[in-house]
């Protein structure tokens, strides 16, 4: 996938691989009829990893990196995630803001030459029944990504046995590798 291509994107779908030992995540274009498209690109995570790296592909054959996000810092409670081309050379930022977080999920995102984005749950009655009912931990969650009260990206966690996110991009500038980064993040960081 060409850069210039996956900016022109939109939307896109991402679902969750269920494996044993890694978090797996297909990045697919949506087609016109809002069905799955083709694959975009592909994640790996390792699980239980001190310091926590998620590299992205262009497929899943794991062969060309596209981007990856690596924390700071080991086991911090609002830790910042550097997001990286695939030759290292920085795209943005991403961090949860811990204090916000108790009761609403916050985060937030950094790129060059556009203002801060906050991306919080949309709904304080789901993210108080997923924090304090242990068995309603997997209700969807729902978030809106803004700058300055206007929006920029949305990811939304569709029903099912496995997680599937539909991700919106309503401002043009952002860059799409760290909306991918940013909404796999969610799914992988979200508990810790």
Not at 80 to 96: A, N
Not at 108 to 137: K, Y
């Amino acid at each position: 996938m060409q850069l210039d291509t996956l900016q022109t994107q939109h939307q896109f779908l991402i679902r969750q691989r269920i494996r044993m030992m890694v978090n797996q995540y297909e990045v697919h274009s949506v087609a016109p009829d809002g069905s799955e498209g083709g694959l975009l690109a592909f994640a790996q995570q390792k699980r239980l990893a001190f310091k926590e790296q998620v590299t992205i592909y262009t497929d899943d054959s794991k062969q060309t990196p596209l981007l990856g996000f690596k924390a700071r810092q080991r086991l911090d409670l609002g830790a910042t995630y550097d997001v990286t081309d695939h030759s290292g050379t920085p795209i943005g930022l991403f961090r949860k803001d811990f204090a916000q977080s108790l009761l609403r999920s916050t985060w937030h995102v950094e790129q060059a030459g556009l203002p801060a984005i906050t991306g919080q749950e949309r709904s304080l009655p789901v993210a108080l029944l997923r924090r304090f009912v242990d068995s309603l931990s997997w209700l969807p969650y729902h978030f809106d990504f803004v700058a300055g009260g206007q929006p920029v990206f949305s990811v939304v966690k569709k029903w099912g046995l496995r997680d599937r996110y539909l991700v919106e991009i309503q401002n043009p500038q952002i860059d799409r590798r760290l909306v991918i980064a940013m909404a796999i993040g969610l799914d992988a960081l979200q508990a810790r």
